[in-house]
């Protein structure tokens, strides 16, 4: 069974600490999936949920907080967008313990959408931010006169 998130260089922002926890959150999207697909029981539906949860909340901790230490301007767009997904996490994970709600194929469709568009939109703009003030971008091309310039004796 292939995976319902693949990973790709689309998703990449090219800074290896953020992309690992990108993937992360990617595998663990991927867990939800495989758990709610081979009919898992609700009890570990609703762990994957949780950790999910609390990993995108560390996620977003540390992301705030280097995009505060760099002075990035658009910080408070995109903590607002943070704010949001974390808000829909919890009134999901409220009503699943509630036993109001169960996590469908919808939903995951839902978290999968939020998840790559997030990534391949809102954190691709403060990526040259974070070039600037030395992140290593691993994936990111540099035009041939980069290279060149890369090249030359200094």
Excluded at 108 to 119: E, N, P, R, V, Y
Aim: glycine share 6%; charged share 25%; proline share 1%.
């Amino acid at each position: 069974m292939g995976q319902f998130i693949e990973w790709s260089d689309a998703l990449s922002v090219g800074i290896d600490e953020i992309d690992n926890q990108h993937k992360q959150l990617v595998g663990l999207v991927n867990d939800m999936h495989e758990a709610i697909q081979t009919r898992q029981s609700a009890d570990v539906v609703r762990d994957v949920l949780a950790q999910l949860a609390e990993y995108t909340r560390v996620h977003f901790a540390a992301e705030e907080g280097l995009m505060r230490i760099i002075d990035y301007p658009g910080y408070e767009a995109h903590r607002a967008e943070h704010q949001e997904l974390i808000r829909g996490v919890t009134e999901l994970q409220q009503k699943v313990d509630a036993g109001k709600s169960t996590i469908g194929f919808e939903l995951m469709h839902f978290l999968k959408s939020w998840l790559t568009d997030h990534i391949m939109w809102s954190d691709q703009q403060y990526v040259e931010c974070f070039i600037d003030v030395g992140a290593k971008a691993e994936i990111k091309q540099k035009s041939w006169a980069g290279r060149l310039r890369d090249r030359l004796p200094i």
